[in-house]
């Protein structure tokens, strides 16, 4: 990043641009990034669970817009784009308009905080996990919002759902990623992958020592992104479409692009926790140029997010929905007493390598 | 201003898990259903006034609509009727070809049925492999009547036409079980499945008799209460009894796959005597100017959605004087108002969905 930053600056100074310029600047230019990327990736994405949902469900899946389907997602954007913009009579219009816009802020920011390279994070502050953790939790808000800002009962249920089901499942992750803190005795994602380097490759990662804080991890994300089997905020067979029923047009498709945005950024923060981040799986990396590591390096975090993420499209295609009361059994029942244990055996882990 | 509040919820008409146009009026203490008071009537065609205005033979056509799912089951009660009053003996082969055609019939409803439930509860993969077996029925029929779902095939005193393109259905029934031990696989001992259905929606087994339930629910809850036991058309068809004691979500879902299996079964042994017997000959009942003698006819049989049946009054005109169905779903709706109250609005919808409602079938 400061190599960067540097070059930006040189670059200004140049231009006979005041330093002061640069210093303020620098820092919005990769919010443009990330949201030029976002699209890229929710697109992809997007095209990529329906591709796949296809493959499991013995369907070809979208195959008509461009090349094998390849622009199918597009078509869909700029099709929500064009549509009308309803707002019912009853709703709150101030809320019910601002809750597709907050539920995008976090989001943005949140893949800021990811370490995408050794020198490329946007955000790196001493204790970015916990700022992380923060924003993963925020679109709860907008949801809720949503819902009730909709006025209508299905909104509301589904609203109701969501709150529930992530202040129930931001225990055990809060747990979990303290874990991590502890075995890596860092609160920067960038440290937390560095403390993962080890010359064996990937024995070296923190799925080995903490396994069962890996599954809990995984399945509270599962829970916290709404994605099935924990998809009862929007439970289609039953709220309809649970908070955004009475969404349409762009609003509906920036709540879209929300999700999915933050489904890569949660598989990307399961990465780094777990699968070393942007650590190459082989202990050494492929290239040799310090250039071209860093691309390597985000190759590597993408593979780790993308075979995260390919788990989650197969779970959506076999599991049924759980139910309300269920989920929130399992939570509180199962899944924070094992996230405990999993800090202790954390903590023996640490105690032992340090006497 | 009380401390707990109740939101009164429309689940439908137009709600992605009624089947259709169902509306149930929901009161509900956050999630928790206090009274559940079904609406019908949204697809009332007026399947039995229609018929005192049309001769039998234009009203056969009509009646594979009242249950698009197993049209086969309806237009077969009707020719009974008609069967009935002219007292005509079925041929052996025209009982097996009639025997084999509504079983595929029920299985293609089962069928759907499991992919449909397992939908409800959140799980899209069992839907598009439940209709990708249905899909080899409904392509049998096709060939076979030229239709997919009203089929018209079954005519006063026998068939349409001879039966054909056998080697289908034993393609068919040769895939089958293996299909259905897939959706056993995956779906019967799935935690979450069987957390989603057992133990959900017990229906007892007095309850369901005073609410007239009949058919698979009926027997997933514990009675051995066939028709095709005694049924005249299934007379030396050897099948086996689907009966359980869960009376659970789960029972019913289980039930209806063995129901299944048995239907193959029976499919089976129709299949072979197809196979051997000669060309069809068969006494036709002539259509036109048919006027049914004075007096009162019933018919019943088991379809999908437990007990079928006909009643007749005639006059001696050639239209009935009055016409009355009974179909299985009309019961499992007025089930719903006692089995749904106390439960949770997600259980809801896996017992609505585990008693089989379609709706054409409750409005007729």
Redesign the interface.
Known sequence: MNYLYFLYIEFLLRHNIPKLFGDITFYIIPFCVIAAALIVVVLVLVLAERKLLGFFTQRKGPNRVGFWGVLQTLADAFKLLCKENITPKSVDRFLFNLAPIIIFIPVMTALGIIPYSAEFTFVNTQTNVILYLILAAFPVISIFLAGWASNNKYSLLGAMRSISQVLSYELPITFVVLSIAVLSSSMNLTGITMAQFSKWGFFGWFMFPCVLGFIIMFISILAELNRCPFDLPEAESELVCGYNTEYSGMRFALFYLGEYAMMFANSMFIAVLFLGGYLSPFGKYLFNSSFLIYFEQAFWLFLKAGIILFVMIWIRATLPRLAAFDLLKFSWVYLLPLSIINLFIAVLIKMGELA | MTATMK?K?NLGPQ???THGVLRLILELE??KILSCEPDIGYLHRGMEKMAEKMSYIQYLPTVDRIDYLAGCFYSELLCRIVEQAFEVELPDKVRAIRVMLLELNRISSHLLWVGAF????????P???AF?EREMILRYFEKLTGQRMMYNYFVFGGVRKDIAYLEDVEEIISVLPDKINDYEK?ITE?P??L??TSGKGVLELDTAVNHAITGVNLRASGLNYDLRNIDYLYKGFDFGAVVLDGKDCWARYKARIMEMRESVNIIHQALEYLKSAPALEQKLINPLNLKLPEGDYYAEIEAPRGLASCFVRSLGDDRPYRLKWRTGSYYSVNLLRKLLVGE????A?AIAGSLDIILPEVDK
């Not at chain 2, 397992?118 to 993969?125: E, F, K, N, V």
């Not at chain 2, 949770?344 to 259980?347: A, G, M, T, V």
């Open positions: 939101l919820l709600h992605p898990s956050g999630e397992l939908m409800d509860l959140g799980a899209i993969s839907y598009f492999y990708r995956i799935n979450i499945f957390k989603r949770y609005l997600n259980d919808i």
